[in-house]
């Protein structure tokens, strides 16, 4: 099976634009996380999807969205960049996401550089 | 609330000589433990997980971690590393929020092995 994948794998943006990162999560898996992931803060968990819903979110601002397709794909928008928004961006698929033992596996990441 | 200490950001060790990588956690409800690995530009691999059962996990790469409930730890061992094992190591809980997990995520440890 494929993993995850990610496009684009690195990206350069300016202050105020908007950027779409785009996940297509392992075949079958119905379930996406997305993680944001920065030197100072670490990864932190930002929202996750299941079915075209957002079901679990994290502790970011209304800047940060995503969406989920019928085949499971999920994008990940981020207005107004700012430079602080500057991370590396990770997916994580998963079965169902349901249960706490269900494992996520990530894909490689996407890096984010906003100037 | 969930969260989770790895006690050292750097642990430098040379090659062939054992590792641990020390984890700890805070929960009040059961656990669900995972370690990954991290390489340089690339996003996270599973190396194990420990959800029930025996308390001695086994993983790839020769690593393997014990779950200890009492000290609420989920170190990570090897008994021989490789330079190929210089990497950032990340433990995780499984947290439930609203009956759907997320991972909580340690700082990261960077393993730096030297020949």
């Known amino acids: 099976k494929a993993g995850v994948t990610q496009t684009p794998r690195y990206l350069i943006k300016t202050r105020g634009q908007q950027v779409t990162l785009s996940c297509s999560p392992i075949?079958?898996?119905?379930?996406v996380s997305w993680y944001q992931q920065t030197p100072g803060q670490g990864l932190q968990f930002l929202f996750e999807?299941?079915?075209?819903?957002?079901?679990n979110k994290g502790n970011f601002p209304g800047r940060f969205s995503g969406r989920q397709f019928s085949n499971s794909r999920s994008e990940m928008n981020v207005s107004t960049l700012e430079l602080g928004d500057s991370a590396l961006y990770l997916c994580a698929s998963s079965p169902e996401g349901l249960a706490k033992t269900d494992t996520q596996y990530f894909g490689p990441g996407t890096r984010l550089t906003v100037l | 609330a969930q969260s989770v200490t790895q006690l050292d950001s750097q642990v430098p060790v040379f090659e062939e000589a054992p590792v641990e990588l020390r984890c700890n956690y805070s929960s009040s409800v059961s656990v669900y433990l995972f370690w990954y690995v991290q390489y340089p530009n690339q996003g996270l691999q599973l190396l194990l997980k420990?959800?029930?059962?025996?308390?001695l996990v086994k993983g790839i790469n020769g690593f393997e971690a014990e779950f200890n409930k009492s000290q609420t730890s989920f170190h990570l061992r090897k008994p021989s590393v490789h330079i190929s094992d210089t990497a950032e190591y990340f433990c995780a809980v499984s947290s439930s929020s609203g009956g759907y997990n997320k991972l909580i995520f340690g700082a990261g440890t960077r393993l730096a092995v030297h020949p």
């Open positions: 075949s079958g898996h119905r379930s």
């Open positions: 420990y959800l029930s059962g025996s308390t």
């Open positions: 999807y299941f079915s075209e819903t957002q079901r």
